[in-house]
């Protein structure tokens, strides 16, 4: 069954419908919000908040769109808005890049370069953030994003670029990348 018929009958009553919606979708949207947060608690509560906003408002969505656009772009501006509400009582990262080091003798440098990447990826506003998360780790094409991230598409590849532009000069201020040519 496709997106648009399974939409259908949840509209039309078949209230048990939208549970396929939730396996189909559920990895593909905590990938999105973990990505965008870094926290695998709140993100497993915010995914909860996204399948019941999608729920709400399943009556908005235009079925000549990409279902998976529309419910990504709900995920996304969902969690953008979390986290413009934690910005202003609490930074993502409280903590100066050089300062930004691991004592645990467990930890493989792939970890340590994974954290570092992760914490340059939270100093990103949070759509240069999105952008980037959705084009390398999920994958999306230049015309999906410009659907998913209501942009028009001529201007795509610029963002894209200024937002990696960013996240390399991010990198290359951090002390731990120093050596490393970016």
Same mark, same amino acid.
């Given at each position: 069954?496709?997106?648009?018929? %399974?939409?259908?009958?949840? #509209?039309?009553?078949?209230?048990? @419908?939208?549970?396929?919606?939730?396996?189909? $979708?559920?990895?593909?949207?905590?990938?999105?919000?973990?990505?965008? /947060?870094?926290? *695998? !608690?709140?993100?497993?509560?915010?995914?909860?908040?996204?399948? =019941?906003?999608?729920?709400? @408002? #399943?009556?908005? $969505?235009?079925?000549?769109?990409?279902?998976?656009?529309?419910? /990504?772009?709900? +995920?996304?501006?969902?969690?953008?808005?979390? #986290?413009?509400?934690?910005?202003? /009582?609490?930074?993502?990262?409280?903590?100066?890049?050089?300062?930004?080091? $691991? /004592?645990?003798?467990?930890?493989? *440098?792939?970890?340590?370069?994974?954290?570092?990447? !992760?914490?340059?990826?939270?100093? =990103?506003?949070?759509?240069?953030?999105? =952008? %980037?998360?959705?084009? $390398?780790?999920?994958?999306?094409?230049?015309?999906?994003? +410009?659907?998913?991230?209501?942009?028009?598409?001529?201007?795509?590849?610029?963002?894209?670029?200024? +937002?990696?532009?960013? =996240?390399?000069? *991010?990198?290359?201020?951090?002390?731990?990348?120093?050596?490393?040519?970016?």
């Amino acid at each position: 069954m496709q997106d648009k018929e %399974i939409v259908n009958e949840v #509209l039309k009553g078949n209230k048990e @419908k939208f549970e396929m919606i939730i396996e189909q $979708y559920e990895g593909l949207l905590k990938s999105i919000v973990y990505g965008m /947060t870094y926290d *695998i !608690e709140q993100s497993q509560d915010l995914l909860q908040e996204i399948f =019941l906003k999608s729920y709400l @408002k #399943l009556s908005s $969505y235009n079925p000549s769109y990409s279902f998976k656009s529309w419910l /990504t772009t709900l +995920a996304r501006n969902h969690t953008i808005d979390y #986290l413009r509400k934690k910005r202003s /009582t609490l930074s993502i990262h409280n903590v100066d890049p050089i300062e930004y080091s $691991y /004592t645990d003798k467990d930890n493989t *440098i792939k970890d340590e370069y994974n954290n570092m990447i !992760e914490y340059a990826m939270s100093q =990103l506003d949070e759509n240069d953030r999105a =952008l %980037i998360f959705l084009k $390398y780790h999920e994958g999306y094409s230049n015309e999906e994003l +410009a659907s998913c991230m209501n942009i028009p598409y001529s201007n795509i590849r610029t963002k894209i670029f200024r +937002a990696k532009e960013k =996240l390399g000069n *991010i990198i290359n201020n951090m002390e731990y990348f120093k050596d490393i040519e970016v």
